[in-house]
């Protein structure tokens, strides 16, 4: 057994080593005591419930994969920034092998609703270091955002087909690709 865990980040952590051995139906009040050495009622000194534990462990591989806490990085392309997180998910999924199809399948029927504003939340904040990353390009073709195709709502589309890629299992290259033509 572990030494005992004394703070919430060490919990979230070994909340994320549960999820890389288990997966996310791994991870539960009582799973996470064990693993981290403590009483039940200690790992309730830090989580309300099962929900925010998941909540908190789920937004902090997000964070993780994604870069979300980095500061602010540049590239000279926007794909240069798409390819990297494009790796780092293949790192993620091998780090983390069934989390991107089982995270939203974590929560209770009457909790979905709160886990699913949580997701909401990082995937914005995913949109918005996408859109700084487009606006930042300067190689994008002279004419490629009108009045009809605005720079925000190309990145809704490049994140729809990030997600198919991650999901689905699409090629990153063929999204590289199709992004490159598009703007290039």
């Known amino acids: 057994m572990n030494n005992a865990v004394s703070s919430k980040e060490q919990l979230i952590a070994e909340c994320k080593e ?16 064990k693993q981290a050495g403590i009483s039940t ?6 989580f309300s419930s099962k929900n925010q534990l998941l909540i908190e462990t789920i937004g902090s591989i997000w964070v993780e994969i994604f870069h979300l806490a980095d500061v602010e ?3 000279p392309r926007f794909t240069d ?14 780090r983390y092998p069934h989390f991107f199809s089982e995270h939203a399948l974590a929560f ?6 709160q886990g699913q504003q949580a ?14 990353g487009l606006r930042a390009d300067t190689t994008v073709r002279q004419g490629v955002f009108t009045a009809e195709l605005s720079q925000e709502e190309a990145v ?12 689905e299992g699409k090629s990153p290259e063929s999204l590289l690709k199709f992004v490159e033509n598009s703007l290039y």
């Open 73 to 75: 990085q540049t590239y």
């Open 41 to 46: 009622g200690a790992v309730y000194n830090y």
């Open 119 to 132: 997701m909401a939340k990082y995937r914005e904040r995913l949109k918005e270091k996408l859109y700084q």
């Open 18 to 33: 549960l999820v890389r051995v288990q997966g996310i139906q791994g991870v539960s009040i009582r799973s996470l005591a």
């Open 81 to 94: 920034y798409l390819r990297e997180l494009l790796a780092s998910v293949a790192e993620g999924k091998k």
């Open 156 to 167: 809704d589309y490049i994140f729809a087909l990030f997600l198919t890629v991650i999901i």
């Open 108 to 113: 209770s029927f009457d909790e979905k609703q």
